[in-house]
C-alpha cells in the first residue's frame, strides 16, 4: 500500500516541478506576501501630515507650534489662511489634521484665561484619526501642563516675595506608567507578520490540494488512475501529502524570511509551530479534498477556495480583532480553525506562551481537523466509486 | 468592427455564465459575503477593551480613579484581580488587553502632595488596538490628573484654577469614527476587482486550455469583436455587484453618501472597463488558469486589497511601497469613493484621480486587443 502511495507522491512532485512556472507559484506568493505585509501592511501612525492655522502670532502660539513639529509625531505640510482654505485642504486630502490656533490665543494665556486650540480631523480613516486625535490632545495637554507649571512658580516666587518666607506649594499628581508587553514598539509587522505564516499554509495547502485533484478529473486522467489497482484512500494519501509537505516547507521559508528580514521575535516553542502546524494540515487538507469532490472544473475549484478561504481567514482576528465583532460573528468564528492557528502562531512568536497556555486551541485545531477529513475523506471514496 | 458578431461573444459569454451555477454564485455571492464581513462583522473601532484591575490600595481615592475607568464606554473593566501576577495571567491567556495596578501607596502619597503612579499593563500583540487603548488610557489618567490638581489648588489657594489650554477636536466625514464608513465605501473597489482578476482572467485561459479558442480563431471573428464581446457580459456582472454594493452599504449599513450617485456609477464603470481590460489582457499572455489566476490575484486583487489605500492608510506605508500604489488604479478609485460617501466632493476635486482613470482604461484596453491579436496571429 505505501509504495502505491509513494508512487502517487512521486508523480504529484514531479509534475509540480517539472513545470517552471509552478515551481515560482509554489514558492513566489509566499515570499511575496510575507514582503508585502511586513512593509506595505501597517497601520502605525508613524509621522502625520497637519496643517497650521496660526491667527494668532503670538509667542505662544509659536511655542505651541514647536511643541507640534518637535514631538516627532508629526510635520506641517500647509499653511491654510482662511476657511475656504482648510476645507480645500481637508477635501484635497493635503493634510490629515488642521490646528487652528484663533486670535487671542496668546492673550487669554496671558490672563489666566483658559485659551483652545481647534484640531480639525480627517475622520475618513478613522482608525488614523483616534491615533492623531490621540496624539494632538496629549501635546496640547503636555503644553497646559508645562504653562501651569510655569504659572505656579511664578506664585511660588510672588508668595515668596510678599511674606519672605518660601511657600511650599507641592500638588498631587498622577502618573501613569505604562509597560507594553509582547509587542513594546508597537509595531503593526510584529502583529501581521506571524499571521502571514497561516495565510500561506492555508492557500498553498487548501488550493492547491483542490486543484491537483480537479485537474485530473477535468483532463480525464482520474479515469485512467482509476483503472490501476490504486485504492481510494491510497490515492487521498497521494494526493494530500506533497501539499501538505509543501506547506511545512513553506511555514519554515516564511518563519526564516520573518526572523531573519523582519526580526520578528520568536520567543515560543519552534516543537510547538510545527505540531500545530500539522494538525491545522489537517483542516486544511481535508478541506481541500471536500473541494474537489464538489468541483469538476478548476475554476470552480479556485472559486470555492477562495469563498472558503476569504471568510475563514476574514474572521480569524488576522487582522480584525474578535472581540470587535458582533457575537454571532464571534459564534462562527469558533469554528474557525484559522482563528486556532492564528491564536497559536501568535502565542509562539510574541507571547512565547506553550501548551500550557494553548492546550484549548491545539484541542479545537484537533476536532476540528478530524472532523473534516473524515467527512471529507467519506465523501470522497463514495465519490470515486 | 461587426456589431453583430461582438454581440454573439457577449450572448455566448453571458450564457457561459449563467450556465455555471457556482461561477454565478461565487460572482454574486462572494461580493454579498464580503459586504457582510466588513458592513457587519469587522471593524477597527476600539470599544470596550477587556480591562483587570488590581487594587492594592482600596481606598475612595483609588476607587475614584478606577470608577473613572468603568464610566467611560472605551474600556470594560471585567473583573478585579488579588495579585499583578494574576492580571499578567490573564494577558498571557488574552482575557484582558489591559490590566491597571494601584499600589498600596496610591492615596497616601496623594495625600502627602506628591506623585502618585498607576501601572498600566498593555497586550502589545495588536499593536492597532493597543496604540488606541494607550492614547484613551493616557486620557483618562490625565483627565483624572487634572482634576487631582484643580481640587488641590482649589484647596490651597482658595481660588478656582482652570487649565490654561484646552483642545477642542473635531472629527470632519466621519464624526462617529466608525471604520465601518470607509472600509465599505472602499470595498466597492475591492469587489470589482474580484470580477475583473477572478472572472475575466480565467476565461481566456479556460478557452485556451480546452481548446475552443481554436474553434473560435476558425470564425470570421476579429479579436477586437471578441475582447469587446467579452468585456460587455463581464461588465453587466460588474455592474450587478456594483448596484447591490451600493444598495447594501447606503441601505443596510448605513454608511453615508453625501456626493453625487451619478459620478458614482460613472467612475465606477471606468474603473470597472479598466480592471476587466487588464483581466483580459492576463488572461491573454497566461495560457493556464491557474497561473492566469495567480497572476490575476498578484496584479488586481491583492493591490486592492492592501495597497489601494481601502483598509491601510497610504501615508503609514514606507517611501518604496507608497511609489508602487501610483501604478495602483485601485488606490485611485479609493480615493474617490472615499470622497464621494465621506467628503461630498465632486468632479472638481477628484478630477486627477478620474483622469487617471480614464487614461488607465484607455491604456490597458488597446493593449488587450493587441495581445489579442498578435496570439492569434
Known amino acids: 500500500m505505501w509504495k502505491r502511495i509513494l508512487e502517487i507522491v512521486r508523480k504529484e512532485f514531479r509534475q509540480a516541478f517539472r513545470e517552471p512556472r509552478m515551481r515560482v507559484l509554489l514558492f513566489g506568493p509566499p515570499l511575496i506576501q510575507l514582503i508585502v505585509f511586513g512593509y506595505a501592511v501597517n497601520l502605525d501612525v508613524e509621522r502625520t501630515e497637519i496643517a497650521w492655522m496660526d491667527q494668532d502670532h503670538s509667542p505662544a502660539s509659536r511655542e505651541l507650534l514647536a511643541e507640534f513639529t518637535s514631538s516627532g509625531h508629526f510635520q506641517v505640510v500647509a499653511a491654510p489662511a482662511g476657511e475656504q482654505d482648510v476645507r480645500d485642504v481637508l477635501d484635497y486630502g493635503r493634510a490629515q489634521a488642521v490646528v487652528r490656533v484663533s486670535p487671542g490665543f496668546g492673550r487669554d494665556i496671558d490672563a489666566d484665561r483658559t485659551a483652545t486650540v481647534q484640531v480639525l480631523l480627517d475622520g475618513s480613516n478613522s482608525n488614523t484619526a483616534s491615533i492623531v486625535s490621540g496624539q494632538a490632545a496629549g501635546i496640547v495637554s503636555g503644553y497646559a501642563g508645562r504653562v501651569l507649571g510655569d504659572r505656579q512658580r511664578a506664585a511660588l516666587v510672588a508668595a515668596t516675595m510678599n511674606t519672605g518666607q518660601p511657600a511650599a506649594i507641592r500638588m ?29 499554509i492555508t492557500l498553498v495547502t487548501l488550493m492547491l490540494t483542490a486543484m491537483a485533484i480537479v485537474r485530473e478529473k477535468e483532463i480525464g486522467t482520474m479515469e485512467q488512475l482509476m483503472v490501476t ?3 481510494p484512500l491510497e490515492l487521498m494519501l497521494g494526493k494530500m501529502l506533497p501539499f501538505g509537505v509543501v506547506g511545512m516547507l513553506d511555514v519554515a521559508l516564511v ?50 477556495s477562495f469563498f472558503f478561504f476569504v471568510p475563514a481567514f476574514m ?29 497559536i502562531v501568535r502565542g509562539v512568536f510574541l507571547k512565547g506562551i506553550g501548551i500550557r497556555v494553548l492546550w484549548p486551541q491545539m484541542l479545537a485545531l484537533l476536532i476540528i481537523g478530524t472532523t473534516v477529513l473524515s467527512t471529507s475523506a467519506l465523501r470522497f471514496h463514495k465519490r470515486l466509486d | 468592427m461587426n456589431r453583430r458578431r461582438a454581440r454573439a461573444v457577449a450572448r455566448k459569454e453571458l450564457l457561459h455564465i449563467v450556465r455555471d451555477p457556482i461561477s454565478l454564485i461565487m460572482a454574486i455571492a462572494m461580493p454579498l459575503v464580503l459586504l457582510l464581513l466588513f458592513g457587519w462583522a469587522l471593524s477597527l473601532d476600539v470599544d470596550r477593551v477587556p480591562t483587570w484591575v488590581y487594587d492594592a ?36 491567556r488574552g482575557q484582558a488587553l489591559l490590566g491597571l495596578v494601584i499600589l498600596g501607596d496610591y492615596s497616601r502619597r496623594l495625600a502627602l502632595d506628591k506623585e502618585a503612579e498607576v501601572q498600566v499593563l498593555l497586550d502589545g500583540s495588536d499593536s492597532n488596538t493597543a496604540a488606541i487603548a494607550l492614547g484613551y488610557v493616557e486620557a483618562v489618567v490625565r483627565a483624572h490628573a487634572q482634576a487631582l490638581q484643580a481640587r488641590a489648588q482649589n484647596l490651597k489657594l482658595g481660588r478656582t484654577v482652570r487649565p490654561p489650554v484646552e483642545a477642542r477636536l473635531r472629527v470632519w466625514y466621519n464624526s462617529e469614527l466608525k471604520s465601518r464608513n470607509y ?28 481548446g475552443t479558442m481554436e474553434q473560435l480563431l476558425s470564425t470570421p471573428l476579429r479579436p477586437a469583436e471578441m475582447v469587446l464581446g467579452k468585456l460587455c457580459a463581464f461588465f453587466a456582472v460588474g455592474l450587478v455587484d456594483m448596484v447591490m454594493a451600493i444598495t447594501v452599504g447606503v441601505g443596510v449599513f448605513r454608511v453615508p453618501l453625501r456626493g453625487s450617485l451619478l459620478l458614482l456609477f460613472f467612475t465606477g464603470c471606468l474603473f470597472l472597463f479598466g480592471g476587466l481590460c487588464w483581466g483580459i489582457l492576463l488572461s491573454a499572455l497566461a495560457r493556464s488558469q491557474l497561473l492566469a489566476y495567480q497572476l490575476g490575484v498578484l496584479t488586481s486583487f491583492l493591490p ?74
Not at chain 2, 62 to 76: C, D, G, P, T
Request: glycine share 6%; proline share 5%.
Open chain 2, 57 to 92: 490600595d482600596r481606598t475612595p481615592q483609588s476607587r475614584e480613579l478606577i470608577a473613572r475607568f468603568e464610566a467611560s464606554r472605551f474600556f470594560q473593566v471585567a473583573g478585579y484581580a488579588g495579585s499583578q501576577k494574576a492580571i499578567e495571567e490573564r494577558i498571557d
Open chain 1, 315 to 343: 474572521l480569524s482576528g488576522f487582522a480584525f480583532p474578535i472581540r470587535n465583532m458582533p457575537l454571532l460573528a464571534q459564534a462562527i468564528s469558533f469554528i474557525d480553525p484559522v482563528r486556532w492557528f492564528m491564536e
Open chain 2, 304 to 377: 486592492a486589497f492592501l495597497l489601494s489605500g481601502f483598509v491601510y492608510a497610504i501615508e503609514n506605508m514606507p517611501a518604496p511601497i507608497r511609489a508602487v500604489t501610483y501604478v495602483v488604479p485601485a488606490r485611485y478609485f479609493v480615493t474617490i469613493l472615499k470622497g464621494i460617501y465621506l467628503k461630498g466632493v465632486g468632479i472638481g476635486v477628484l478630477a486627477a484621480e478620474i483622469a487617471f482613470l480614464a487614461a488607465y482604461a484607455a491604456i490597458v484596453f488597446l493593449a488587450a486587443t493587441r495581445a489579442m491579436r498578435q496570439k492569434v496571429a
Open chain 2, 183 to 210: 472600509i465599505v465605501p472602499g470595498l466597492i473597489a475591492v469587489i470589482l476587482m474580484i470580477i475583473a482578476a477572478l472572472l475575466t482572467s480565467l476565461t481566456i485561459a479556460r478557452e485556451w486550455e480546452s
Open chain 1, 172 to 200: 498631587p499628581t498622577l502618573r501613569a506608567r505604562t509597560r507594553v508587553w509582547f509587542n513594546p514598539d508597537l509595531r503593526s509587522r510584529n502583529f501581521y507578520v506571524p499571521g502571514v505564516v497561516v495565510n500561506i
Open chain 1, 255 to 304: 518563519t526564516a524570511g520573518a526572523l531573519l528580514v523582519f526580526h520578528i521575535p520568536f520567543r515560543g516553542s519552534g516543537l510547538m509551530l510545527i505540531g500545530a502546524a500539522m494538525l491545522f494540515l489537517l483542516t486544511t487538507l481535508g478541506a481541500g479534498l471536500f473541494i474537489s469532490t464538489v468541483c469538476q472544473t478548476q475554476q470552480q475549484a479556485i472559486m470555492a
Open chain 1, 229 to 231: 489497482p490504486i485504492q
